[in-house]
């Protein structure tokens, strides 16, 4: 007797069913000839998001006492937003 597998969560999708190109798809698509590219892509199809902001915030490494993480993370989510308006408050900023 053999195992039955579990079903997988997304369905398969044949590539023959993909859209047809237009135009535009031609346009900001790569062009490569003999596996090398002659011009890049540009641009892009998916929805812009969200705005780029004018001051990012910047990824660091920092270390804090467990007891202190475990305090913000037990606020829920958000927490380190609140970490950071904590650290602007106490600095007068």
């Known amino acids: 007797m053999t195992a039955s597998k579990p079903a997988t969560k997304e369905p398969w999708i044949d ?25 890049k892509a540009v641009g892009t199809f998916s ?4 705005p780029r ?4 915030k910047q990824q660091v490494t920092l270390r804090l006492d467990p007891d ?20 602007r408050e106490k600095l007068g900023i």
């Open 68 to 87: 202190v993480l475990d305090a913000f993370r037990a606020t829920g989510k958000g927490w380190q937003s609140r970490i950071n308006a904590a650290l």
């Open 47 to 50: 929805s812009p998001g969200r």
């Open 15 to 39: 590539p023959d069913d993909a859209p047809e190109w237009t135009e535009d798809h031609f346009r900001y698509a790569q062009l490569s000839v003999g596996g090398k590219v002659v011009r």
């Open 53 to 56: 902001s004018p001051n990012p």
